[in-house]
């Protein structure tokens, strides 16, 4: 497949999930809050920051995986990749489709949100194995915010995904001394 026939097809799922799903105020209201709390990871943030204030010794570990991954995803994501790779959203080069927000003035590949939600998950699964599924399920569905949203491509969502799975494997595997 080459690329031009991927980058036809992520167009096509895109524009399918981008109507998929009814247009309601319940909808846009529920896809707009989760794409809010996954801006910089503020979602994950605030978790590390509940953790610590509930129980700062046994928490510190999970809460430093969580900055340290977030702040790596600012900078890997935000400053270098989407920069690098330059991919226009889809409100730029598609017509007729769903957009819920004003224009957003960054690139689209890969996506933060998807980057930072699903590093986080991982993080979090890590630490605490028992809602492993909450973790991921919030990850996936601040994910399909940006697409229902019409800010990201599924491809973008995707690649951010496994980036962030990488970064949150990484991240898990840095040494942290407590105290």
Known sequence: MSFDSLIQLDQT????????L???IFFNYFFIFLTSIGYLGMIWIGIAVYLIV???????HTTLKLIT?????????????KNTVKRLRPEFTLYNINVLFDPVSTFSFPSGHATAAFASAYILSKSFPKQKMIWYILAV????SRI???KHYPGDVIGGAVLGSVIGWGVMKIKIKNG
Do not use: C, D, T
Request: hydrophobic share 60%.
């Open 13 to 20: 799922l895109f524009i399918f999930l981008n109507a998929a």
């Open 22 to 24: 009814p247009r309601n």
């Open 141 to 144: 569905l601040i994910s399909f």
């Open 54 to 60: 509930k129980n700062p010794k046994q928490h510190m």
């Open 69 to 81: 991954a977030n702040i790596l995803i600012v900078g890997i994501v935000e400053l270098i990749l």
């Open 148 to 150: 229902y949203l019409g």
